[in-house]
Structures are given as C-alpha cells and as structure tokens.
C-alpha cells in the first residue's frame, strides 16, 4: 500500500500570506478613501442639488462590504501563516521521534 506525502513549498506559501496580507491592506486603504469620499460628497450635497448625496449614498453601500473584505484577507493570511508553523512544528516534531 503506497502512501502519498504530503509537501509544501514553505517559501512559495510565505509569499502567499504576505500577498493576502499586502491586498488586505490595499482594501483598508480603499475603504478610509471611500469613507473621505463619502464624508465629502454628503458635505457638498447642498451644492448639487442632492446629486453628490445619492454618490455618497452608493458609496456608503460598498464601504462595508470593503472593510469585511480587508478583514478576510488579513484574516486569510494568518490563517496561512498558521498552518506553516502547524507544518514546520509538526514536520520537526515528527522527526524527533526517529532519533
């Protein structure tokens, strides 16, 4: 009975989480640009009429779905991080028993 091993390119899934890590900061980024935006539309409404009002309203629709967006991401990237200590640790702790 052959028994299939299980690998991962630790270096390879490194990158992986500092990329989740880097996209959930992008996001965060995004949704404080989103809030300014939406603070200042509301405060050039009288302007225009309501027009800027109904901007800011839409934009107020997508902000939170950005934030939970960012916390996925940084959420994701500890995950991964996780199973990479999980991996190493178990990896060097499975060894020790053969020595």
């Given amino acids: 009975m052959a028994t299939d091993e299980v690998f991962m390119d630790i270096p390879q899934v ?12 992008v996001l965060d980024s995004v949704s ?24 800011a309203a839409y934009i107020d629709r997508i902000e939170p779905n950005v ?4 916390a996925k991401m940084k959420e994701l990237s500890s995950d991964v991080i996780s199973a990479i200590a999980s991996y190493r640790d178990g990896d060097n702790s499975g060894s020790r028993r053969f020595i």
């Fill in 14 to 25: 490194e990158s992986m989480a500092k990329s989740f890590n880097a996209f959930g900061d």
């Fill in 67 to 70: 934030k939970k967006a960012a």
């Fill in 32 to 55: 404080k640009a989103m809030n300014a935006l939406s603070i200042s539309l509301k405060a050039a409404a009288w302007f225009s009429f309501g027009a800027t009002a109904a901007a």
